[in-house]
C-alpha cells in the first residue's frame, strides 16, 4: 500500500508543481504588460524632440503635428504655393489620419541650400492583453523647399492620398 500511497502523493506534487508554473507564467505575464504600459506612459508624456527654429525638421515637425492636430489651416500654410492648389484646406479636413501614432520619429534628413529631403517613421504599438502585443509602423518622405526665406513641404504623399491634380 505504501507504493501506491508514493504514487498518489508523488502524482500530487506533480501537479503542484505545474499549478507553480502556471502562476509564474501569470506573473511574468502581467509583469510584462506593466512594463508595455510604463514605457507607453513615459512615451506619451515625453517632450518632443527640439529642432533649431527654422529648419527643415522643424517645419516637418510643425506640419506633422498641425494634420494630428486636426488644424487643416495650419498645415496647408506649411505648403509651397503649387502643393497648396494641388491640395487645399478642404482636401486636408477631408481626411483620416492614422491617429494611433503612438511615436514618431525623424529617420533622415538630408539638406541642401534651397531643398530637403526628411524621411519620418510613425510607429503605433497594441496590446490585446498578455502575450498579445504588436506593433506597425511605416516611413514617410517629406521634400521641402526654401520658400520667401522660409522651409515649406513641396512633396509628400502623407496625407495627400486623393487630392486632385493640378
Known sequence: MAPASAVDHDGHMEAKRMTSSNRLLVVMGLGLVGLIVVAAIIV???DPA??????????????????LDEDAAAAHARLTPALQRRCTVEDLEERHYWRDAGR???VDSKVK???????VKFTAAYSDGAFDY?????EERF???MVDGEWRISSATWPFYWCREV
Open 104 to 106: 514618431i520619429t525623424l
Open 50 to 67: 527640439e529642432f533649431e527654429p527654422g529648419s527643415p525638421e522643424a517645419a516637418t515637425q510643425a506640419y506633422v503635428q498641425a494634420i
Open 143 to 145: 521634400e521641402l523647399e
Open 134 to 138: 504588436y506593433q506597425s509602423s511605416y
Open 113 to 119: 541650400t534651397d531643398a530637403a529631403v526628411i524621411k
Open 44 to 46: 506619451a508624456f515625453r
